[in-house]
């Protein structure tokens, strides 16, 4: 793995100078800082591969920070320790691609770090996954020489999944993802998953997409 | 505002397990039928009581206007006949019912306008059955105008048909009044029945309450006692959410407290045990650490209602999952049959799964009597296994319960989490053990594969 620039926004100085060692001495770049208003001013300038982010912080809530983040295509780590699941929810819709609850252990912030930085493709514009290469920004689709172009939603719909390979995602889920406040209509990303699954067959290579019964679709 | 926001999370997608969702039990007596019954059954006494009355009132009247009739008929012709107005062939005219004879002292019929039975001597009016006709009788003197009194004028009423529209009224009264009765039984049946449905309704939302988010009951009614049950049913199970996050709000802030210094020890003694690996009490020291922050965090998983909500799902290999815990406790034997372990589950958890079942195992029988195995397949099965001091039956029947610890040093806390997440995943979780003879504990998921629809128009 290249070594990524990690954003550290923790206002307990033990815990942020424990990350911020444990986090270079696996070879990444580390800026630690303690409110939301330093993390949003560097964040806001670029050059961040990701933020680990408290949720808890002295000036701004760690959610808005995120929110205000959400458009900078910069993935972010949640560090609670709140009891309120419903909090740890809003910051996945916010914008948060994790989360990890306190007290944990270094190795599995790292591991979710790393995962994260690994699918930070998801936020790129090219995505490769089972032979099929997805260029989101112009929707199109290859698979070898072969080539579609999809609609917006199904290309949506397949970059989140190639670009989270085994990862299962429930309907309800998807369409909060493709759809935000105003859900459609209730079996629409069964119709995207159905038509993505023929165009793919249509190019000549098996359909990655998997059914998981009762929970959602995922890549394999 | 914190239990709006708490509510927004229940509402979420997936809406998780909900584990007390049971249907509300059907009464072996229903009101309704009863009350149906209960108005059905009074209404017919009232009926039958009405019935005999008006029987008896119009039988009784009936009667005393026939006897009264009778009465001044025999009158007449008495006066008729000692006025001597009347000759005795007025006895032809008599028709229409009534019979009229004339008999000597001694009784024998002298003359008599019928071929009928003779007329039995009554003093008062009297019924008497004369072949097939019922009939009223009665009796006076008869006189010659010159007072001479030679026997006794006798007349028969023809009341049969008086009998027949008696028998017709008191029929035709039990007839409407039953089926009164049936109408107002069915009528109160169904009224009842309305009127209970918001309560039937009220008790299968009580009954599908799940504890651990209990959540307002819909009355739609009129503002009547179910109402009042509704809204103290609610005020009840308010003041239980209020009570639950209050105890939430307040763990929280615990764990507030407690998360940053635990990861700083635990996560500083880490590196220093890197560094200094030949320091026993540094080894000691993170060794505890550790302990104590995975106990807190099952207890905060526990506590935090985090199992409550639908895991965050991935293909993760148990196999994987499973020698990585092994290899943190050096001397615990591991092997996997290499088979496919795959499975959906939330990484995180399927590892604190591992982790408590090789612990607890660790704590009874100590690292070098404790085995660890993986199964792949189309289920995937995790065994681990001590040959420690074991479990008597008593124990082990509860040892997944919250809160017990099934045996010295066990940490019954991770059993209960290891369940939960276990059932979180579509799986199983099963104990075996014998006092002297160890522990068993045996994980099953289904494998990834079985999980998957099968492609219908693929190849």
Same mark, same amino acid.
């Given at each position: ?220 | ?45 009232? #009926? ?15 009667? @005393? ?15 008729? #006949? ?124 009580? @009954? ?166 993986? @199964? ?34 066990? @940490?019954? #806390? ?46």
């Amino acid at each position: 793995m290249p070594p990524a620039h990690v954003l550290v926004v923790e206002d307990d100085v033990r815990l942020r100078g424990l990350v911020r060692e444990a986090l270079e001495a696996t070879g990444h770049r580390v800026t630690a800082v303690e409110t939301g208003g330093e993390a949003l001013e560097l964040a806001l300038d670029g050059g961040i591969d990701l933020v680990l982010l408290d949720l808890n912080l002295p000036d701004v809530e760690g959610i808005e920070v995120a929110r205000r983040l959400a458009d900078e295509e910069v993935p972010i780590v949640m560090l609670t320790a709140r009891g309120d699941v419903a909090s740890r929810v809003e910051g996945l819709y916010a914008g948060a691609a994790d989360y990890v609850t306190k007290p944990f252990e270094l190795q599995e912030l790292l591991a979710r770090v790393h995962v994260r930085l690994r699918e930070r493709g998801a936020g790129e514009a090219v995505v490769e996954h089972a032979g099929l290469r997805l260029q989101a920004d112009v929707r199109t689709l290859w698979a070898g020489d072969a080539q579609a172009t999809l609609p917006e939603r199904e290309a949506e719909l397949l970059r989140l999944l190639l670009s989270h390979p085994g990862r299962v995602f429930s309907r309800e889920d998807l369409e909060a993802r493709l759809y935000g406040e105003d859900l459609p209509e209730s079996n629409t990303v069964e119709v995207f998953v159905y038509q993505l699954r023929r165009r793919i067959r249509s190019l000549g290579v098996a359909d990655p997409i998997r059914t998981v019964r009762g929970k959602g679709y995922t890549v394999l | 505002m914190s239990r709006g926001s708490a509510g927004g999370g229940g509402a979420g997608p997936g809406a998780g397990a909900s584990p007390a969702a049971a249907p509300a039990p059907t009464p072996a007596r229903h009101l309704r039928t009863r009350l149906g019954l209960i108005v059905l059954g009074s209404l017919l006494v009232a #009926v039958a009581g009405t019935v005999v009355l008006v029987d008896q009132l119009f039988g009784r009247a009936q009667r @005393a206007s026939l006897e009264d009739l009778l009465q001044r008929d025999l009158q007449r012709v008495q006066a008729l #006949v000692a006025a001597g107005t009347l000759g005795t062939d007025f006895v032809d005219q008599a028709a229409g019912g009534v019979r009229l004879q004339f008999a000597s002292n001694a009784g024998a019929v002298l003359l008599a306008a019928d071929a009928g039975d003779p007329i039995p001597l009554a003093a008062t009016p009297t019924r008497a059955v004369s072949g097939e006709r019922t009939e009223l009788i009665g009796s006076a003197a008869w006189r010659l105008p010159s007072g001479l009194e030679i026997g006794t004028i006798r007349m028969a009423l023809d009341v049969t048909q008086a009998d027949v529209d008696r028998a017709t009224l008191r029929l035709s009264l039990l007839f409407a009044g039953s089926l009164l009765a049936l109408l107002a039984g069915a009528l109160a049946w169904g009224l009842v029945s309305g009127a209970l449905r918001p309560l039937t309704d009220l008790a299968r939302q009580a @009954a599908a309450v799940d504890p651990a988010r209990p959540r307002l009951a819909r009355y739609r009614g009129p503002d009547d006692e179910v109402a009042e049950l509704a809204r103290a049913l609610n005020a009840a199970l308010e003041a239980i959410a209020e009570r639950q996050q209050a105890e939430r709000d307040a763990l929280a802030e615990v764990a507030h407290e407690l998360a940053a210094p635990l990861t700083v020890v635990a996560g500083e003694l880490r590196q220093l045990a890197a560094a200094r690996p030949d320091d026993p009490r540094v080894r000691a020291a993170r060794e505890s650490a550790d302990e104590l922050l995975h106990t807190s965090q099952d207890l905060l998983t526990l506590a935090r209602g985090e199992l409550d909500r639908a895991p965050d799902l991935s293909v993760v290999d148990l196999a994987e999952v499973a020698r990585g815990v092994a290899d943190a406790y050096p001397g615990v034997a591991f092997a996997a049959d290499g088979a496919d372990a795959r499975v959906f589950a939330q990484p995180d958890r399927l590892r604190q799964v591992a982790r408590n079942l090789v612990r607890n195992a660790v704590q009874a029988a100590g690292a070098e009597r404790v085995r660890v195995t993986v @199964a792949g397949g189309r289920e995937v099965r995790l065994r681990v296994e001590d040959d420690g001091p074991g479990m008597t039956p008593e124990a082990l029947a509860r040892v997944f319960d919250r809160y017990v610890s099934g045996r010295a040093g066990g @940490a019954g #806390v991770g059993l209960t989490v290891a369940r939960r997440i276990v059932t979180s995943f579509d799986g199983r979780i099963e104990a075996r053990s014998q006092p002297g003879r160890g522990a068993t504990f045996e994980v099953t998921l289904p494998g990834w594969s079985s999980q998957v629809e099968a492609e219908p128009d693929e190849g």
